[in-house]
């Protein structure tokens, strides 16, 4: 016989019937409805907080701390030279704006920070906008012709007033 839609079942102990608590002897589960005998769980109203292992030390107090997060850090996506410099040969670009290298498919993230590094070497002449360059990168791009246009969308920090 062959196997389709209207002949497939389940396999054997993949279903089983939900369990009944507190419906009498007949259920199943007995006279104290499986939550056992005497005990902070065995009754009604109690709730225990989220991770607690019943009165041991839990595991996230357990695990060591370490660090802390900056939440004041600023992440830039990095775009090497060698890139820029393989779209400017084979796409013909003059100039790399944030909206062109998303179109180019350089930038992941749409409102992210640009920073170029100098990774590799660039012989075209090409006006690039970034938020922030490293020396060699814009030593690099100013050698070969072209130019570098520094973005002011950089948030600095608050600067108390004296």
Known sequence: MALNLSNLGAP???NS???RVGRGMGSGMGKTSTRGHKGQRSRSGSRMMRGFEGGQMPLHRRLPKRGFTNIFRQ???VLSLDTIAL???TKNVTELTLDSMKALGLLKKKK???KVLANGDINTAVT???HKFSKQAQEKIEKAGGRVVVLGDVPTEAVPAA
Do not use: D, S
Request: glycine letters at 6%; hydrophobic letters at 50%; charged letters at 20%.
């Open 12 to 14: 054997k102990g993949a």
């Open 17 to 19: 019937n939900k369990k």
């Open 75 to 77: 992440e830039y996506q």
């Open 87 to 89: 779209f400017a040969a």
């Open 112 to 114: 992210a920070l640009v």
């Open 128 to 130: 690039v906008h970034a």
